[in-house]
């Protein structure tokens, strides 16, 4: 059995959501850390995080896409497409049979989890919450294996689609 691996790299990170942009920031010496902005942190003790400047759309993302991923999985379809674009892979050429996604996480969709829950809670207010209100996607975005299905129908992989834990490594 021959074994392939695809040598391309792709990057969302705080201080560059592309492999240039964050390889300019880390050989700078820049710093990506700075007050929080993705959210109102005054009622945090700590209010300094590095966040990702990431915009799905600008990255290539589909408008449907973005509507039903969790953001770490936009962060992932962006760094993969990046990654594959880097390899030079033409999947048209593979059987796509042959190709597999493996992608570690240490946690499924936090921000479709609490999304959901103001949602169903009437922002917290109810201890009982009301599944009626619950977003259309709410299961895809909490499942970690969402992250390799996603991947899997992005690039048409046919292949095993798995998720490794990488929480607590």
Same mark, same amino acid.
């Given at each position: 059995m021959? %074994?392939?691996?695809?040598? &391309?790299? &792709?990057?969302?990170a705080p201080g560059g959501v592309?492999?240039?942009?964050?390889? /300019?920031?880390?050989?700078? &010496? *820049?710093?990506?850390?700075?007050?929080?902005?993705?959210?109102?942190p005054r009622e945090f003790r700590s209010q300094i995080a590095a966040e990702a400047d990431f915009d799905p759309l600008a990255a @290539? +993302?589909?408008?449907?896409?973005? *509507? %039903?991923? #969790?953001?770490?999985?936009?962060?992932?379809?962006?760094?993969?497409? /990046?990654?594959?674009?880097?390899? &030079? +892979?033409? +999947?048209?050429?593979? #059987?796509?049979?042959?190709? @597999?996604?493996?992608v570690g996480s240490a946690v499924g969709g936090t921000m479709a989890l609490?999304? @959901?829950?103001?949602?169903?809670?009437? *922002? @917290?207010?109810?201890w009982l919450v009301d599944p009626d209100y619950a977003p259309p996607f709410l299961y895809q975005g909490l499942v970690p294996s969402s992250l390799a299905s996603e991947l899997a129908i992005k690039f048409e992989a046919h292949g095993p689609a798995v998720v490794i834990s990488t929480g607590c490594t």
């Open positions: 021959r %074994r392939t691996a695809i040598t &391309g790299i &792709g990057v969302v592309t492999r240039e942009s964050f390889w /300019e920031q880390i050989t700078a &010496g *820049r710093t990506a850390t700075g007050r929080i902005s993705f959210f109102d @290539g +993302l589909q408008e449907h896409e973005v *509507r %039903r991923q #969790d953001r770490y999985v936009q962060f992932a379809t962006a760094a993969a497409v /990046e990654a594959r674009e880097d390899s &030079g +892979l033409d +999947l048209a050429a593979v #059987d796509h049979d042959r190709i @597999g996604v493996c609490e999304d @959901g829950y103001v949602a169903v809670s009437n *922002r @917290g207010q109810e």
